[in-house]
T-cell receptor, first 114, second 117 residues
Framework: GEDVEQSLFLSVREGDSSVINCTYTDSSSTYLYWYKQEPGAGLQLLTYIFSNMDMKQDQRLTVLLNKKDKHLSLRIADTQTGDSAIYFCAETADYGGSQGNLIFGKGTKLSVKP | EADIYQTPRYLVIGTGKKITLECSQTMGHDKMYWYQQDPGMELHLIHYSYGVNSTEKGDLSSESTVSRIRTEHFPLTLESARPSHTSQYLC????????????????FGPGTRLTVT
């Protein structure tokens, strides 16, 4: 079945770059996503990438996709304390009646130290 | 900003009680979802709906039930709450049209934190 794997924790210093990694199993996924969850809140879409792209940049965020290795990463430049949150990688589920559902990773908790 | 609401935000209730968690959205989205989130962060899809009168079970078996009588409303009910139901419950919705926003983007409510004593 489809699966998305992420490391659970990452700690960085304010001003450094953060890189959060994810691997997925379904090579037919059309889109891959990064969601952010702040304490006490629901998830919010940060960015997404179409599967035929290698890279997408959006201000401080850079998404890299290595389709051959099924590896997705999110780089946050100049990480701030406000970036402390849980980051979820997700892929589209493209099987049977679940088309359009998302498969989420377990989440990476990013802690930013001042 | 997403217009999806959940009530109550926090609920502490005794074992055996019947509870309904409310979820409503004003975006006209056809598809809606319920997730259960572990204290360890992992999300589990427990129910989803394609539209009015449609309900489907998710990947994680759940004793809860859902209904979809109106497009904007997707309540979740537990007939008899147990301590094992203690968790965070997140509701989400998405448009079925690929022209609206990011493809398959799910908009999440703020969640209901349920504690069953």
């Amino acid at each position: 079945g489809e699966d998305v794997e992420q490391s659970l924790f990452l700690s960085v210093r304010e001003g450094d770059s953060s890189v959060i990694n994810c691997t997925y199993t379904d090579s037919s996924s059309t889109y891959l996503y990064w969601y952010k969850q702040e304490p006490g809140a629901g998830l919010q879409l940060l960015t997404y990438i179409f599967s035929n792209m290698d890279m997408k940049q959006d201000q401080r965020l850079t998404v890299l996709l290595n389709k051959k290795d099924k590896h997705l990463s999110l780089r946050i430049a100049d990480t701030q304390t406000g970036d402390s949150a849980i980051y979820f990688c997700a892929e589209t589920a493209d099987y049977g009646g679940s088309q359009g559902n998302l498969i989420f990773g377990k989440g990476t908790k990013l802690s930013v130290k001042p | 900003e997403a217009d999806i609401y959940q009530t109550p935000r926090y609920l502490v209730i005794g074992t055996g009680k019947k509870i309904t968690l409310e979820c409503s959205q004003t975006m006209g989205h056809d598809k809606m979802y319920w997730y259960q989130q572990d204290p360890g962060m992992e999300l589990h899809l427990i129910h989803y709906s394609y539209g009015v009168n449609s309900t489907e079970k998710g990947d994680l078996s759940s004793e809860s039930t859902v209904s979809r009588i109106r497009t904007e409303h997707f309540p979740l009910t537990l007939e008899s709450a147990r301590p094992s139901h203690t968790s965070q419950y997140l509701c989400a919705s998405s448009a079925t049209s690929l022209l609206a926003g990011a493809p398959y983007e799910q908009y999440f409510g703020p969640g209901t934190r349920l504690t069953v004593t």
